[in-house]
């Protein structure tokens, strides 16, 4: 049946992963720690998948297993349709929030100078779309999730490159430090060996 529980997440997989882009399977995978061949039997519908692989999967994407089938129920009963149109709410989700509270409203949140106040009011209308329960709020929960993982993701390539800058200083310090000292010893041992000679030559 095609309205079967494994069809209707396998639906749903595969519009957020052609959603998500290029190279979103194989960050699925390694995110998830599924292996790429027993998820790619899922997505080519040739296995069903195990309910706690299909929960990781969609933890992944932000979403609850049942947000998952729920989407996947939307788009097998509205064809393309309803495709293209989550589609555009994903990829949109302001243009949908501004069509739910109005474009006055929208207008009016443009004239608040202050930036914080303009963030205040985003974070805001973020809870609520969220908390309505709608289309929607699925929409905007994969679009925060996928751009959280990005965020995330770009933190921990700029710690990791701040620490290996901060090593090669290190090391840098330590060389000039080593070379300092072989130096220091270098013209030590020049002194030593020049008063041993004088006192060889003395002694004679």
């Given amino acids: ?73 939307r788009i097998q009963e509205g064809g393309a349709e309803t495709e293209e149109r989550v589609e555009r709410e994903i990829r949109l989700p302001q243009d949908s929030a501004k069509r739910e509270e109005g474009v006055a409203e929208d207008n009016e949140n443009e ?7 303009r963030i205040s009011k985003r974070i805001q209308q ?11 709020s699925i ?14 993701t770009d933190r921990k390539v700029e710690v990791i490159e701040n620490r290996l800058e901060e090593i090669g200083q290190r090391l840098e310090q330590m060389g000039k430090v080593l070379a300092s000292e072989k130096s220091v010893a270098q013209r030590s041992k020049k002194k030593i060996s020049k008063r041993d000679h004088r006192s060889r030559n003395h002694m004679k």
Avoid: C, W
């Fill in 1 to 73: 049946m095609t309205n079967s529980i494994p069809n209707q997440f396998r639906a749903a997989l595969n519009h957020l992963l052609h959603q998500e882009g290029r190279g979103a399977q194989v960050r699925l995978s390694t995110s998830q720690g599924i292996d790429r061949g027993y998820l790619n039997a899922i997505i080519k519908g040739r296995k069903p998948g195990a309910e706690d692989i299909r929960a990781r999967i969609a933890t992944h994407f932000g979403m609850t297993y049942e947000e998952m089938l729920a989407l996947g129920r």
């Fill in 111 to 117: 004239k608040i100078n202050n930036p914080l106040e």
């Fill in 126 to 136: 973020v809870r609520e779309i969220l908390e309505s329960g709608t289309e929607h």
């Fill in 139 to 152: 929409s905007l929960s994969t679009v925060i999730g996928t751009y959280h993982r990005a965020i995330m």
